[in-house]
């Protein structure tokens, strides 16, 4: 068809060949097998498949109500269990030619009731200008998927704990936590895999149960899964793409698309009631989860065992936590500046994170009367709580009577 269209044109048969990468003489063939206006002879030779039918129709029969059917994984098993010499090419034409189309597979389309699913994703905005400079932003974006009401925060990273801020941040503006947040498959929030048979990131999910939603990834492939959070990332970079002018800096941007936000949400209908979005999230509101005292952003996660001395071992340091919680497993988390430790949803000690000292104990760790399971460790002696008073005061302040108790007490 295409020689047939060139030739028609003007082109010259030297031009043709030229263009389609053949030999001038496969040209001319073609053109006065046009002119004689005669069947291609090949169209009658057998398909090297049609020995195999038997087999190929049992196949398609077994496929038949699976999302599609593969044929490259048909031509395979053919290889392989029934030495078949053709390649896979000559598969898709015998079941083109031999076999209907498959049925027109339809979606179900359906509205998540109010407070039960939001979607999030990223939106890439490179080359913002901020502060003079032009800096590459990510865009947060969570949206409820029955009022269609969404927030979106700004990042300059996209890392573990970035990824976790940006959800804080945008659980505060809508005000509530929704039951299920279906995310897209990025390595902070996917592990390994994808899809509802991918690996959530650890972190991820402690965060999740702290925060209390589930994660439901996106399957890969499939767009509609999220095409709510799609399509505002769209209308975002059609309607108020933040390039269209300079900043200040983020936080000056920030200002302006929370404005933004709340300005279309006041002025576009929700498909599902026919009202504002703004109105139909004022109804979806006291479906969604109360919001809690959102953790502080983490990059790591562990569980460690409390040993005898109520310390605990991370990133090769050893820190303290109540006595009360010796022997007992907790749940040790690595934010940007400190160390926390939780276990049952509590916070039971925090510490600053990547010190230089090794040790860090703080010494109202092991205070306070002792529990049915522990016993309370053993008062500070009088020399201990003597050179404590001593180590409390500048030296230029330590009295030498002090000293003599000290050593008072020793003798």
């Known amino acids: 068809m295409t020689i047939e269209v060139l030739h028609e044109r003007g082109c010259s048969n030297r031009e043709i060949a030229r263009q389609l990468g053949v030999d001038e003489k496969a040209v001319r063939y073609r053109l006065r097998k046009l002119a004689e206006d005669k069947p291609d002879g090949r169209a009658d030779k057998p398909f090297a498949a049609g020995a195999y039918e038997a087999v190929i129709r049992h196949w398609l029969e077994q496929a038949e109500g699976r999302r599609g059917v593969n044929l490259q994984a048909l031509h395979e098993h053919l290889v392989e269990e029934h030495g078949y010499p053709g390649s896979y090419k000559s598969i898709q034409r015998y079941v083109r030619a031999k076999f209907p189309k498959p049925k027109v597979r339809t979606r179900r389309r359906m509205e998540t ?15 913002v200008v901020v502060g003079g400079e032009p800096i590459d932003l ?10 269609r009401k969404g927030a979106i925060v700004w990042s300059t990273r996209a890392d573990q704990l970035a990824w976790l801020h940006v959800h804080n941040e945008a659980l505060r503006r809508l005000g509530g936590v929704p039951a299920v947040i279906r995310v ?9 895999g994808a899809g509802p048979w991918g690996t959530l990131n650890e972190t991820y999910r402690r965060y999740a149960r702290s925060v209390r939603f589930h994660i439901d990834p996106a399957r890969p492939r499939t767009p509609q899964d999220k095409a709510k959070v799609e399509r505002r990332i769209g209308i975002q970079k059609q309607g108020f793409d933040p390039r269209d002018r300079p900043w200040e800096a983020v936080e000056e941007l920030q200002v302006w698309t929370d404005a933004e936000v709340e300005k279309r949400a006041t002025r576009t209908l929700c498909p599902v009631t026919g009202e504002t979005i703004q109105a139909t999230y004022g109804s979806e509101l006291r479906h969604l989860g109360p919001l809690p005292e959102l953790p502080a952003p ?17 990133e090769g340091r050893t820190y ?13 988390r690595g934010c940007a500046e400190v160390v926390q430790v939780w276990t049952d949803g509590k916070l039971l000690a925090e510490h600053p994170r990547g010190t230089r000292s090794r040790l860090l104990i703080d010494p109202v760790h092991y205070e306070g009367p002792g529990t049915d399971r522990v016993e309370a460790p053993v008062p500070l ?31």
Do not use: C
């Open 298 to 314: 983490f990059d790591l996660v562990q569980r460690r065992r409390v040993a005898l001395d109520a310390t605990i071992r991370f």
């Open 113 to 127: 009731p109010p407070g039960a699913l939001a979607q999030a994703d990223w939106g890439e905005f490179p080359g």
């Open 184 to 192: 897209d498959n990025v390595k902070t929030a996917v592990a390994k």
């Open 138 to 147: 990510h865009a947060f974006h969570l949206a409820l998927s029955h009022s």
């Open 320 to 332: 303290s936590v109540p006595f009360a919680h010796a022997q007992r497993e907790v749940e040790v």
């Open 381 to 411: 002696g009088k020399m201990t709580s003597k050179l404590q008073e001593i180590a409390a005061m500048v030296p230029e302040r330590r009295p030498l009577d002090l000293y003599a108790a000290v050593a008072e007490v020793a003798r």
